[in-house]
């Protein structure tokens, strides 16, 4: 995915000295000279840097570095002081959807973690882990299941990214501790300058509850650490969910379009009233289709999963009738005691009811008392609410071309009662169908492109924004924050200014700036 801006290249002269700098630090094996090779194998096995989603070069990296320990990230920051050099930083690069590891500045060297794959700690009885950033999803489930802990970790939809860079961007997986920036607690950070930081209670010196009270004592300052370029973040605490005595998978479907009104407002009612604990997913009529196991159904669309075309609604809508399904359908979990369950079950039920040809289907663990479920009970789910990862999304990447698929991630937020996101549903929906996209093949990339610029641009005039973007589209996305002058855009480049001068810390992460940024030249 190409940006609509780039920016200068670095001095080829001043990359050489840093990498062989570097070389001394890390050892020649723990550097590349170029963005070929080095990266964690991509979704076609791929070993280079960048985002795997593009044919451009408009945010290639330039190499990269990987280091193992906090003490070799220090040194690297300053060597890159040293050198003026750009680093990018990244936990694993599985950033897929928001540009994986590529840069907004092109020649950025990657600072890869991903070799910091340390589990410094689960525990069990205060429901918490601390890691590094290399840890992966499947590596704190993998530790759970090895030492037999009541414990479901968060997973996102596809497992194999970091804990700790999934957090830090504001992602989410599916347990009740499924909004990972709430349930983060402490981290430890190296400053622009080297200097290495704890925050919250972390702030004293071997103290015990690092990763059981955010707030610590005086200022908050985790939030300066989210989806921005002030520091490099080596250790983080999460809570976990305990595992429940009793469980039960729900899905939700409505038959009409417009049912997306009344779904999506009892849905976040329950959330309120903490009926539901976890995120609930929703999928409509095309995701439902791709991903069924239905032969029927994929011989129905075959014919228009090809680049520059799309399925027609009217397929969709035979499609929904031929099965019985519904236009829309919800995911979500109950968690509870085994007194408890029947009774959100009739909650669940009772709530719903009024929506006309609604259907609930469950799959239910009623449990015993005082013994909690193990994951070898539930096993893999379509949506991962007891916290198995899976990397079966990925398969849908695949499903309109041979040569591989693109996917990037437009996420505004918007209330929820549902009227005002059926509203922005019917205008993205248009200007999909304007496009003919939904996964995009490579050669289509430029018709991606402007779908999204239109898309944010809609978001705008209809109050809302995204709370991620992709590497492509930070700017663009941080010049919508104009509230009083675009003040909070002053704040961030004042502490940008303050704690790295040198603006070597992920130069236009999240559309922060030194005062005296990179060159910026217009694309042609």
Sequence with gaps: ???????????????????????????????????????????????????????????????????????EVQEIVKLANKHKVYL?????????????????????????LHRM?????????YGYAVVEPGVSFFDIYEEIQRRGLNLWPSVPAIGWGSV????????????PNGEHS????????????????????????????????????????DGLFYQSNLGIVTKLGIHITPAPEAYATVEVSVPQEQDLIPLVGTLSDLMRRSIILNSPSIANIFRIALTSSVPEVHAKIAPYMKPNSYVPYSVLEEVRRQQNWGFWKAYFSLYSSVEMLPALFKTIQRAFAPITGVKITWREFPGAPGRAISTAEIKAEEIPHSGIPTLEPL??????????????????IIPPSGRELYEWYLTAKQRRLTQKLIIYTLREEARVQELYSRLAQDGARQGYMAYRTHVGYMGELARKLNFNESAFGKFTRLLKDTLDPNGILSPGKSGIWNSNPPERRTML
């Excluded at 791929?46 to 990296?61: I, L, M, N, R, V």
């Excluded at 794959?117 to 009885?125: A, L, P, T």
């Excluded at 700790?164 to 347990?175: A, K, P």
């Excluded at 398969?395 to 505004?412: F, T």
């Design 1 to 71: 995915m190409a940006p609509h801006t780039k920016f200068t290249v670095q001095d080829p002269q001043a990359l050489d000295h840093f990498f062989n700098d570097a070389a001394w630090v890390l050892g020649e094996e723990n550097i590349s000279r170029t963005p070929q090779h080095g990266a964690l194998p991509g979704p076609e096995n791929q070993e280079s840097y960048g985002d795997p989603f593009t044919t451009t070069t408009a945010t290639q990296p330039s190499g990269a570095v990987r280091p193992q320990t906090v003490e």
């Design 88 to 112: 990018w930083t990244i936990s694993r690069g599985k950033n897929l959807g928001y540009g994986g590891s590529s840069a907004v500045v092109k020649d950025s060297v990657v600072l890869d």
């Design 117 to 125: 794959k340390k589990i410094i700690e689960v525990n069990e009885e």
């Design 164 to 175: 700790l860079g999934n957090t830090m961007d504001r992602g989410f997986g599916y347990t």
């Design 182 to 221: 709430q349930s983060q607690c402490g981290l430890e950070v190296v400053l622009p300058t080297g200097t290495l930081l704890r925050t919250g209670m972390g702030a004293m010196k071997d103290n015990k509850a690092f990763a059981l009270y955010k707030g610590g004592f005086g200022p908050g300052l």
């Design 395 to 412: 398969k849908v990447l695949n499903s309109r071309s041979e040569d591989g698929g693109g996917h990037i991630d437009y996420s505004p």
